[in-house]
C-alpha cells in the first residue's frame, strides 16, 4: 500500500497495517482514569479520550489537570482528544463553538495531547486556526465527518476526505452508518481508493452491526486505525480490542 505513514510517539499508524484505537468516555476524572488503568494493559496503539462525555468540559484547568493525569497512566500511548460536536454524534455540552476552538487549542499547548479531532465541516475559519495551532506545537489534526444515519455516496464519502487534506490535516477520518452490506462495500472501496490517491493517512469505519466487519477487516483495505473496545464502547458496533487483534494474526503474512 502506498499511503503515507504518521509516527506519533511511538505508533506509526499507516494504511495496510493494523492500529487499534480504544476509547475513554468517563463523566468525571476518577471515571477516566478507571477506565485508563483497564486500557493499559491491553495496549492500545491510541486512546481517545471524548471530552464530549466530561461533565467539566467548561472548566478549562479540570480539562487539563485530566489531561495531565490521563497522560500519566498512559505512559507512552499517544492520547487522542476529541469533543465530538452533537450535530455529528456527539454529547450536548456547554461549550459555545468559539469556546471549544479556545479549549482546543489550550489543550494543543500541553503535552498530554498527541493529536485533535474536528469535524472537516466545521467553520472554515476555525478548522484554518487549528490547523495553525496543532502544527505550530506539534500536534496532529484529524479531520473527521460521520454520518449516524446512512452512508453517503462514494464521491461524498471521498470528498469528505479530499476537504480534510486540502486543510492540511495529517489524518482524514471517516465513520458512517450503513443500511445494508453494499453500503459496507462502498466504505471499503473508497478507503482503498482513497489510501491510494490522497498523500495522508485515512481512518474509516462503517458503524453498526452490518459495519462491524469493517472495524475488523478495514485495515487491509488501507484504514490506518480501527476503533475498538478497551473499557466502554463510544460508537455502535465497536468489537474488544482482545478479538480484533487475535483476528489479525490470521489476516497477517508474518504469521
Ligand atoms: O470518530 C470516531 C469513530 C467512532 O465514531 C467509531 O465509529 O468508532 C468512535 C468515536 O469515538 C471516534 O471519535
Request: aromatic fraction near 6%; charge should be negative; charged fraction near 30%.
Amino acid at each position: 500500500m502506498e499511503g503515507k505513514e504518521i509516527k506519533v510517539r511511538n505508533t506509526t499508524l499507516a494504511g495496510g497495517t493494523l492500529s487499534v484505537c480504544s476509547a475513554i468516555v468517563g463523566k468525571n476524572e476518577a471515571q477516566l482514569l478507571e477506565e485508563a488503568e483497564e486500557i493499559f494493559p491491553k495496549k492500545p496503539d491510541l486512546v481517545e479520550w471524548r471530552a464530549d462525555f466530561f461533565e467539566q468540559i467548561d472548566h478549562t484547568d479540570a480539562v487539563l489537570r485530566a489531561a495531565d493525569r490521563l497522560r500519566k497512566k498512559l505512559g507512552d500511548i499517544p492520547l487522542l482528544f476529541t469533543i465530538r460536536s452533537e450535530k455529528e454524534g456527539g454529547k450536548e455540552i456547554p461549550l459555545d463553538e468559539q469556546e471549544k476552538v479556545a479549549l482546543l487549542k489550550k489543550v494543543c499547548e500541553t503535552e498530554s495531547v498527541d493529536l485533535i479531532d474536528f469535524e472537516v465541516d466545521n467553520k472554515q475559519e476555525d478548522i484554518q486556526e487549528l490547523q495553525q495551532k496543532t502544527q505550530a506545537q506539534d500536534v496532529k489534526l484529524v479531520l473527521s465527518f460521520h454520518n449516524f444515519k446512512e452512508t453517503p455516496s462514494e464521491n461524498e464519502m471521498l470528498s469528505k476526505l479530499e476537504k480534510a487534506k486540502s486543510y492540511q490535516a495529517d489524518i482524514g477520518k471517516l465513520a458512517v452508518m450503513p443500511n445494508d452490506m453494499s453500503d459496507v462495500l462502498s466504505l471499503l472501496q473508497i478507503t482503498q481508493t482513497a489510501e491510494k490517491n490522497l498523500d495522508i493517512p485515512v481512518i474509516t469505519m462503517s458503524m453498526g452491526t452490518d459495519g462491524a466487519l469493517s472495524r475488523l477487516i478495514g485495515w487491509k483495505f488501507g484504514s490506518a486505525l480501527t476503533f475498538a473496545v478497551g473499557s466502554k464502547s463510544s460508537a455502535p458496533g465497536q468489537i474488544p480490542i482482545e478479538i480484533v487483534r487475535q483476528l489479525e494474526g490470521y489476516l497477517s503474512h508474518e504469521n
